[in-house]
């Protein structure tokens, strides 16, 4: 009994295969991303691949600028009892390290209360959903036509107490104009709007 191989190499079958892939390759990343909370839900799952699901974060920012898209800036540790954590920029597909950041902490504590992991409690995808109401107010309370995101960050205290911990978004007005920044709790809670 023979078998037949047939090969895949000339066939149309394999590329469609390699041209598909390609686009689901260049679909998920974080450079090209809406402003909403499935398209900062991709952002966060980009951030948890290069510094795992434990990492934990000071500062984390997703900024948008016009002609390069998404930017996220971060410092980031995997190892807070260390002390040392490392400012990284995602741009246009690119981590960069900008520098090494020593921490220093008050003694009989330890470093990662000061710090905030992306879990439950705090994550993008909360932080992409709020871009997307205040996105809503501003248009409906400001008659402002397609305003733009121009920053949304997670505020988080340095003394660590997470009932103090805020979501901001800013955003303006696609062809300039007075910038709106918008403040919540954790939970998602409407504190004030800044302009």
Request: hydrophobic residues 35%; proline residues 4%; negative net charge.
């Amino acid at each position: 009994m023979k078998y037949k191989i047939s090969r895949l190499t000339n066939s149309p079958f394999l590329l469609v295969i390699l041209i598909a892939l390609t686009f689901m390759a260049c679909a998920g990343s974080s450079n090209d991303q809406p402003a909403t909370a499935e398209g900062f839900n991709a952002i966060e799952s980009e951030l948890k691949e290069k510094f795992g699901n434990d990492a934990y974060y000071t500062d984390l920012k997703v900024l948008y600028i016009k002609g390069i898209g998404n930017t996220i800036n971060t410092t980031v540790t995997e190892a807070p009892e260390s002390l040392k954590m490392g400012e990284w920029d995602l741009s246009q597909n690119n981590w960069t390290q900008r520098s090494e950041v020593t921490i220093e902490i008050p003694q009989d504590t330890k470093a990662a209360d000061f710090m905030f992991q992306l879990d439950d409690k705090i994550n993008l995808y909360k932080l992409g959903g709020l871009v997307e109401a205040s996105t809503s107010k501003l248009i409906t309370e400001k008659n402002i036509d397609n305003p733009i995101l121009s920053i949304a960050f997670i505020k988080f205290p340095k003394n660590g107490d997470m009932s103090k911990a805020q979501y901001a978004v800013k955003l303006e007005p696609e062809n300039g104009g007075t910038s709106f920044t918008f403040y919540y709790t954790i939970k998602g809670d409407f504190i004030e709007m800044d302009y």
